[in-house]
């Protein structure tokens, strides 16, 4: 994923005058950030970048420009030409010497995998219509990239387990104490993070979505999570929950832990660009279930349950049952 980031920033500085940017990955399902690449001036200022992404309201945030088309969107047209009515520009960019921003939801076959922001220094000229216009064409591309390189990680390996972590982040996002599995978990993550001495980008994006949720959200459909690539082949989740009882105080606790093949499954499903009804049928496979009882389960017929796997395996590259579980689950007989 870094290759794709490199090649696209390059590129990009070839077409337009670029001051600063911002490049993440992002998991499709729940749009938080998987990882994160800022350059200066936009490193030092991530806290303030991610409480106003999840908790201002303000324009043109990454989760709107996701469900939102077109997926590109500039601070000058958003605004209105006044660049004051955003928060982001008035407490972030503007004491960063920035003005424009151009922002694009990396969006590909309705998922999104990533985000990009442009920046130009602080002047009266940002970014030209024809620009966006520029940046609109490119995106779908660099979404198809981010996905492909979902893809050519292959089948889930099985590595050293080391066991569940916690983090712990005061209000202000320091963090307050760290465990050892979270510390050897987390030294797997090569988000492209400018400063290695910092925790993943992911943990404070979770932190922040907590916030935004409620300090008081405790249900799991409240509780923010994203899947997270490591550098010897698996996956890590991470969620994030509020402390309470006495001595908590603010404090956010982020959990990490090794991804199970039920967490990684339906990525790889949307990586494959399965139709809804596609990735029905082969959950359905994997959990064992005959063509016949697809047929009953999903009140479709058998042909048409043919029909389904054979696109599927298409999309994935196989040619039977077996090799699509082994595929998937990284089971081989």
Same mark, same amino acid.
């Given at each position: ?11 990009l ?14 998991d ?5 950030? $998987? =990882?994160?690449?800022a350059e +200066? ?5 991530? #806290? *303030?970048?991610?409480d106003? !992404? ?12 996701a469900h ?8 000058d ?11 982001r ?22 998922m999104c ?19 966006a216009a ?17 893809l ?8 050293e387990?080391?066991? $569940? =972590?916690?983090?712990?982040l +005061? ?5 307050? #104490? *760290?465990?050892?599995p979270? !510390? ?10 400018a400063n290695?001495s ?36 698996g996956?890590l ?10 001595g ?5 606790a ?12 339906p ?20 959990r064992g279930?005959?063509?016949r ?13 043919q029909?389904?796997?054979k696109m599927v ?7 039977s ?13």
């Amino acid at each position: 994923m870094a290759a794709v980031r490199e090649v696209a920033l390059s590129s990009l500085r070839r077409l337009m005058p670029i001051d600063a940017a911002f490049f993440a990955t992002a998991d499709p399902d729940t749009l938080l950030f $998987t =990882g994160a690449y800022a350059e +200066e001036p936009l490193a030092a200022a991530q #806290a *303030l970048f991610l409480d106003n !992404e999840f908790n201002r309201g303000d324009v043109n945030q990454f989760a709107a420009l996701a469900h939102r088309t077109p997926h590109v969107a500039d601070l000058d047209n958003a605004t209105r030409g006044e660049r004051l009515s955003s928060s982001r520009y008035r407490n972030i960019m503007a004491p960063l010497g920035l003005g424009d921003e151009l922002r694009a939801a990396l969006v590909t076959g309705g998922m999104c995998w990533g985000y990009l922001c442009l920046h130009r220094e602080d002047g009266p000229l940002g970014f030209s219509p024809a620009e966006a216009a520029l940046l609109a064409r490119l995106a779908p591309h660099l979404a198809h990239a981010l996905r492909h390189a979902v893809l050519i990680r292959g089948a889930p390996t099985a590595p050293e387990a080391h066991g $569940t =972590g916690v983090v712990l982040l +005061e209000a202000d996002s320091t963090v307050a #104490a *760290l465990t050892g599995p979270a !510390e050897q978990l987390l030294s797997l993550v090569q988000d492209g993070r400018a400063n290695p001495s910092r925790l993943p980008a992911a943990v404070y994006a979770v932190a922040a979505a907590l916030d935004s949720t409620g300090r008081d959200a405790r249900t799991p459909e409240l509780v923010p999570s994203t899947r997270v690539p490591t550098s010897d082949g698996g996956w890590l989740k991470l969620h994030a929950s509020r402390l309470h009882g006495d001595g908590a105080g603010d404090r956010t606790a982020v959990i990490v832990e090794r991804a199970s093949a039920s967490d990684t499954v339906p990525l790889a499903l949307a990586a494959y660009g399965l139709t809804r009804r596609e990735a029905e049928v082969t959950r359905l496979v994997l959990r064992g279930a005959s063509t016949r009882a697809i047929s009953n389960t999903l009140h479709i017929s058998v042909h048409t349950v043919q029909d389904h796997l054979k696109m599927v395996f298409d999309k994935v590259g196989v040619r039977s049952r077996g090799d699509l579980v082994g595929h998937l689950l990284g089971q081989h007989n």
